[in-house]
C-alpha cells in the first residue's frame, strides 16, 4: 500500500512537468530550427523552471510557462524577412502573426500567439544588434485583453496578488 500511494502520487506530481515539456515542442523547434540555418549556438537561461514558477505566483496566474534561449553573435546579421519566415514556417499554422517590427539596422521583433483556451501563448523573437532572443509564454487570456486594452489601467488593476481584481 505504501509503494502504490508512492507511485500515485509521484504520477500526479509528473503529469504538470509533461504538460509543459508538450506545450514547449513548439519553443524547441523553433530554437533547433535556428541553430541548424544560422552558425550560432543557443544559450538556456539556467534554472528557468524557477523564474517561470515565480513568475506565476508573483503574477497570480496571470503569467506561466515561460521559456528562454538566447543566440550571442551572430557572425552575420539574419536577413529579417529570411528570420521571419523561418518562425512563422517552424511554428506553423496554429500560430498567428501578432506584431512584426523592422527597423533601418537590421533589427527585427516577431510576436506569434496561439490562443489555447482561456490562456494565450507568445511567442517572441528579438534581434538585435548581433543578438536573437527567443521568449515562448503563456499568458491568462482575459488578462492580456485588458493590457491589449488599456494597458496603464491594466497594471493599476492588477497589483500582483496584493488586492488583485478577480478575473
Not at 503574477?59 to 546579421?77: C, P, S
Request: charged fraction near 20%.
Amino acid at each position: 500500500m505504501k509503494a502504490a500511494a508512492w507511485w500515485l502520487t509521484a504520477a500526479l506530481a509528473a503529469v504538470p512537468v509533461t504538460g509543459c515539456a508538450a506545450s514547449g515542442h513548439d519553443f524547441d523547434a523553433v530554437v533547433s530550427a535556428v541553430e541548424t540555418r544560422y552558425p550560432a549556438h543557443v544559450e538556456r537561461v539556467p534554472m528557468m523552471g524557477l523564474i517561470s514558477f515565480c513568475a506565476h505566483v508573483v503574477t497570480g496566474g496571470g503569467v506561466k510557462g515561460m521559456q528562454v534561449a538566447e543566440f550571442e553573435n551572430f557572425r552575420n546579421a539574419p536577413d529579417p524577412a529570411e528570420l521571419d519566415r523561418l518562425v512563422s514556417e517552424t511554428l506553423g499554422s496554429e500560430w498567428q502573426r501578432f506584431v512584426t517590427t523592422r527597423d533601418h539596422d537590421g533589427n527585427v521583433s516577431l510576436i506569434f500567439s496561439q490562443p489555447d483556451g482561456q490562456a494565450m501563448r507568445l511567442l517572441i523573437a528579438d534581434y538585435e544588434h548581433g543578438e536573437l532572443d527567443l521568449v515562448r509564454v503563456e499568458v491568462n487570456g482575459k488578462r492580456m485583453q485588458r493590457w491589449i486594452q488599456n494597458p496603464q489601467g491594466s497594471a493599476r488593476e492588477h497589483d500582483y496578488g496584493r488586492n488583485a481584481v478577480p478575473d
